[in-house]
């Protein structure tokens, strides 16, 4: 069975500053990754995934993240932040060839200041 | 249309009550899902269909029960709920269930207080 861990639960950053939110998971098989950004009382939105080709996935919102298999890791990350990026962060894998279950990591809150 | 739509955005309930969450998708996907998510916790997986048929439980109490009428629509009907069931439950769709390629499309959710 995969496991996603999201060491962070906070990360607090100032505007225009750079932010890596770091995911890693576990798996015996291939998986497909993803984050989701989740603002205050609404669903999920997709940011970027990762199924196969390139390791350098670029997303919405000026967000990127790079599979890095040899790590098991998938860190997102922006080059300058906005206060608009306030949000809560979750990374999510896949198993390639199983059916359904995406597996969340608990979850990174993205604190965004002036 | 890449939208979920779920109704209604907030619902209140007591212990005693009959209510039903509804969600749709015109996106032509053929997997949908019900997630609960409690605060500052990830969602967590509660039912799965795939192509109208039930596919995965993950162990839910029988006081949810999930139909799925048609491809575009899925119901989460509640019966007796306790006041720990209060929380955001997602509706999502995807292409299909069992390649893996599990990109998800989230509903707003419904805000539930049971009282």
């Known amino acids: 069975a995969q496991s996603v861990t999201q060491l962070d639960s906070q990360v607090p950053v100032f505007e225009e500053a750079p932010v890596e939110l770091r995911c890693n998971y576990s798996?015996?098989?291939?998986?497909?990754l993803f984050w989701y950004v989740q603002y205050p009382n609404q669903g999920l939105q997709l940011l970027l995934k990762?199924?196969?080709?390139?390791?350098l996935v670029k997303g919405i919102n000026g967000f990127e993240a790079e599979f890095n298999k040899s790590q098991t890791s998938f860190h997102l990350r922006k080059p300058s932040v906005h206060i608009s990026d306030t949000a809560e962060y979750f990374c999510?894998?896949?198993?390639?060839?199983?059916?359904?279950?995406?597996?969340f990591g608990t979850g990174t809150r993205l604190q965004v200041t002036l | 249309d890449t939208e979920v739509t779920q109704t209604p955005k907030h619902l209140v309930m007591g212990m005693t009550n009959k209510k039903s969450l509804k969600c749709e998708q015109h996106m032509g996907h053929r997997a949908m899902y019900w997630y609960k998510q409690k605060a500052k916790k990830p969602p967590e997986l509660m039912f799965v269909?795939?192509?109208?048929?039930?596919?995965i439980n993950e162990s839910v109490p029988s006081r949810f029960s999930p139909e799925c009428p048609n491809s575009s629509l899925l119901n989460l009907h509640l019966h007796a709920l306790q006041p720990e069931d209060s929380a955001l439950y997602l509706c999502?769709?995807?292409?299909?269930?069992?390649?893996?390629?599990?990109?998800?499309?989230f509903g707003p959710g419904t805000r539930l207080t049971v009282l």
């Open positions: 999510a894998v896949s198993e390639i060839g199983t059916a359904s279950k995406l597996t």
């Open positions: 269909y795939s192509y109208e048929k039930l596919s």
């Open positions: 798996s015996s098989v291939s998986v497909y």
């Open positions: 990762y199924l196969s080709g390139s390791t």
């Open positions: 999502a769709s995807s292409q299909e269930a069992a390649s893996g390629i599990n990109e998800q499309f």
